[in-house]
C-alpha cells in the first residue's frame, strides 16, 4: 500500500463518528487515513440504513428545535436536511426530532466530503492487529481482499463501533452478556398509501394478522415500523427486530445476515399476500447488515454511567452534549425509552474518549466509555458526530499543553453556540 505521506491518523471505522473524526483532524490540517472493513461508507448509518439522525436538537415538544453540537454537526445537518428538501428536522414522538436521509445521498456525501478534505479513504480494509511500544501505538497491521501491510502512525482514533483497537491490544472493555436486540430495514415500493402514520398503522395491522396465521413467525415481527419520514412517492423503508441474542461473539459470525435475509423474504411474502399495506408491493432491496445497536466499547479514564445521562449531570470538560432519550429494545422487539428533562442535556466528559493505558489512542462514536445503559443514549448518530469529532481533534495534539487547550476550546464551542 504506498501512501503519498505516513498519515498523522488514522481513523479505524468509517462510520458517522469515523466521519467527523477525520474531518476534525484534517481540519487541523493533518494527513488522515480513514480504514473500514466494509465495502460502503458510513457504518451502521448506511450499510443498515438506519434512516434518521437522533441526538441532534434538544427534545422539546412546544418549541421549535434547538440543535446541539460543533458548528461542524450543525453544518452537516443543514446539508442533510437540503438533500431531503426540509428546513428544519421532522417531529418524531415527545419532543423528539430527527432528520430523515437517504442512504444513497448520504454515501455520496460523505465521499464528497472525505475527497474535499483530502482525507485518504481506505474501504474493504480491516485492522488486524496493534504495534504497541512504550504506552504508544506505532503502527496499525492491515489486511484488504489483496495484501496485508502495516501503517506506521503518530495517532488513532477507534471508531469501530466495538472496541476493535482495544481488543486487539488486550485492554480492558466494557461488555454485557447480551445486548439490545438488533434490526433488518428493507425497503419496499408500490405503497398506495400516502400519509406515513396510516401506512404504519396498516403495517402494524397486517403483521398481527400474519402473526396470528402463521405461527413460525417470530413475534419480535409485532413491532414492525415505518422509518420516520421515509415514506416517498410509494417507497418506504420498514425496519423490523430480529429474533436473535446479540452477543460480543454473534456479531462475529456471517449467520445473522444471512437469517435476517432469510426473515425479510418470508415476511414480506406473507405480508404481500395479506389484504393490507403491502399488498401490491415489491421488496426492493433489503439493506446490506442488521443493525448492531450495541456491543463492547473501550474503557477510558472516565465511564459514562446511566445516573449522568439521567440526572443530567454537567462537567466542565464536557465535550459532546447528550440529549437523547435512554433507547433500549429488548429481544421481544418493544422499545423501552428512559427520558429526562425536556431541554435538557447530559455532558460527555473528555475522559470517555481518553484511553487509560495508550497515550495516542482516542475514542469516538459507539465506542466511548460508556456503560450499557448510558450508550443506549450515546450512540445516536447526533452524539457520535460530537464525540468523533472531539476524538479527531485531540488525536492532533502533540503534547498535554496543546490538549488541555484544545479542551478548552471544544468546550467554550458547545456552550457558547446552542442554538
Ligand atoms: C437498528 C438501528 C436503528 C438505529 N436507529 C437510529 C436512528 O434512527 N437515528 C440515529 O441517530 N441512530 C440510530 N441508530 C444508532 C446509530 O446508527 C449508530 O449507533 C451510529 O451510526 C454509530 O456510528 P459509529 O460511527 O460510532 O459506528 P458504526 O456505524 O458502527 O461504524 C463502525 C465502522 O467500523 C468498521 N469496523 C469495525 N471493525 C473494523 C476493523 N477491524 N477494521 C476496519 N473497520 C472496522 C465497521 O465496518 C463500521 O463501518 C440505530 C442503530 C441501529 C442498529
Known sequence: ?????????????????GFAAAMAAAGDGRNVVVVDKSPIIGGNATNANVGTICGA???????????VGYDFCKGFYKKAMQL?????PIKYHNGLWVIPYDWAQLQTLLNTEFAK???????????????????????????????QFTMVTKAVVDCSGSAVISRLAGLATLTSAQYQAASQVFRVSGVTVSNEFTFDMALKRSTARILVQYTDLPKCFATISVVPGSLRQGVADIK?????????????????????????NILFNRLEKDDGALSGAHLDLIYPSPG????????????????????????DDEIAIGVWPIEE?????????????????????????????????????KNISATTRAIGSARVIGTCLQTGYAAGKLAVCTNDEQRTKCIIELNKELRAKLG
Open 117 to 147: 478534505a483530502g482525507i485518504t479513504y481506505l474501504p474493504r480494509t480491516q485492522v488486524t492487529g496493534v504495534n504497541i511500544d512504550n504506552n504508544s501505538i506505532e503502527s496499525l497491521s492491515l489486511e484488504n481482499e489483496e495484501h
Open 240 to 264: 423490523v427486530v430480529l429474533p436473535y441474542a446479540i452477543t460480543d461473539e454473534s456479531i462475529l459470525g456471517e449467520l445473522i445476515t444471512e437469517q435476517a435475509e432469510r426473515w425479510v
Open 329 to 365: 429494545w429488548g429481544s421481544d422487539g418493544r422499545v423501552k425509552m428512559d427520558y429526562f428533562a425536556e431541554n435538557e442535556s447530559y455532558s460527555i466528559p473528555v475522559g470517555c474518549l481518553l484511553s487509560t493505558e495508550i497515550n495516542n489512542l482516542f475514542l469516538g462514536g
Open 292 to 315: 448492531i445497536r450495541v456491543v463492547q466499547r473501550a474503557k477510558g479514564m472516565v465511564v459514562l454511567e446511566e445516573y449522568d445521562v439521567l440526572n443530567c449531570l454537567k462537567t
Open 84 to 88: 431531503q428538501g426540509l428546513e428544519s
Open 57 to 67: 436538537y434538544y427534545r422539546a415538544a412546544t418549541q421549535l428545535p434547538i440543535a
Open 1 to 17: 500500500m504506498a501512501l503519498k505521506n505516513l498519515p498523522d491518523v488514522v481513523v479505524v471505522g468509517g462510520g458517522m463518528s
